[in-house]
């Protein structure tokens, strides 16, 4: 018999909770907030797509890519090239294909576009990659990023090379950003809920009984990296009309590190942590940035010197691995029982596998 209804059931609150608390912040910052905080809020929103997207792989996969930020990189490029008027690119990216150097589309219909794009790759490269496990995988996945960045870094005539593109229409507001953090909430939690899901989960904690039980582990895989790209493909293009510009430095390594080190703060096994993790470090990131521009004191401007911020969120990440290796929300999710917080929606392997049968 199913287990599927009772699992939604204890676990349909954690998408409703995650998806409120958001929707509560979009609606005080746009109602209180600066301009400039508006911009903060709006670029969490953006990460929070982004470390949900790595969720959907490495919590359910127990596999930790370096590489998914090169798929933010694809969906950025690709609503560039559909959002840019045509005359500005038959001057600065005369290489692009006929379609896509003369159109113009909006914003709403390029971006998942852009998504698409980003999962289209993901499926042809991770069928080999998804046959690698443990520190292989990994490594395969930081040799994409390098391979994405140092195309899109030379490649002049149809990504502007190392110099940024300009001219994307800069179309995104608190509401945008809201909208898209509650679908990438929405579709990881729909993941996590179907078979695959289950299926993913049980070769996670249980690789050989799940093997011998028939499930395909590279398929369950290859089916997370895809879903994953998708949702980390549509923050690009968000980001991308964000900041009306691109540029193939903006998805490297700061921007690895940074996203998972929100994946891990928060708890890489929940949603929540997820989410979690972002808020978090998204308040430390605005507190030392405003603390590097300095404050008033006695009538003197005392700051920190540029680049603590970084170093203050490694050492806030290791400190977390040490003493919460499970992060924040110790791997849990906000469920009916034993409210607010109930054990992560990962199911014990045994019902996974009754699910899968």
């Known amino acids: 018999m199913s287990q599927r209804p009772s699992v939604i059931r204890q676990t349909i609150i954690t998408p409703i909770v995650l998806i409120v608390a958001l929707l509560i912040m979009a609606a005080l910052s746009y109602q209180f907030g600066s301009r400039a905080f508006n911009r903060t809020v709006v670029e969490m929103f953006i990460n929070i ?16 890519s370096f590489g998914h930020i090169s798929f933010m990189c694809l969906g950025a490029y690709m609503t560039a090239w559909l959002t840019i008027p045509p ?9 692009l294909p006929a379609w896509p150097l003369h159109a113009q589309l909006p914003m709403w219909v390029a971006t998942p576009i852009s998504g698409l794009f980003a999962a289209l790759f993901a499926l042809i490269v991770g069928r080999v990659i998804m ?5 292989a995988a990994s490594i395969a996945t930081f040799g994409l990023l390098g391979v994405i960045n140092n195309v899109y870094s030379n490649w002049d005539s149809v990504t502007g090379g190392q110099g940024s593109i300009v001219g994307i229409p800069p179309t995104m507001n608190v509401w ?18 179907s078979r695959s899901g289950l299926a993913l ?32 493909g549509l923050a690009g293009a968000l980001y991308a009309h964000f900041l009306s510009i691109v540029n193939p430095g903006a998805f490297y390594l700061r921007t690895t590190f940074i996203t998972l080190s929100m994946l891990v703060v928060g ?8 989410v979690s993790g972002v808020v978090a470090i998204s308040v430390l990131i605005e507190l030392f940035r405003n603390l590097e521009k300095g404050i008033s004191l006695g009538g003197h401007t005392v700051g920190l010197p540029n680049g603590v911020q970084e170093i203050a969120i490694g050492i ?21 029982r034993r409210w607010p917080l109930q ?11 009754k699910e899968l049968h």
């Open 131 to 135: 046959r690698l496990s443990g520190i």
């Open 201 to 232: 989960r049980a070769t996670r904690d249980e690789a050989v009984a799940a093997s011998a039980s028939g499930i395909d582990i590279v398929r369950e895989r290859l089916i997370a990296f895809v879903v994953s790209a998708f949702i980390i």
């Open 267 to 274: 708890g890489m096994y929940s949603l929540s942590g997820a």
């Open 316 to 336: 806030i990440t290791i400190a977390i691995l040490m003493y919460l290796p499970t992060g924040l929300t110790r791997n849990q999710e906000f469920c009916w």
């Open 87 to 95: 005359v500005m690119k038959s001057i600065t990216l005369k290489g």
């Open 49 to 64: 797509m982004v470390v949900v997207g790595l969720y959907v792989f490495v919590g359910n996969s127990g596999l930790l």
């Open 176 to 193: 945008t950003g809201w909208i898209g953090g509650a679908v990438a909430i929405a579709i990881a939690y729909l993941y996590s809920i």
């Open 343 to 353: 054990r992560r929606l990962t199911p014990p392997v045994q019902t996974a596998l």
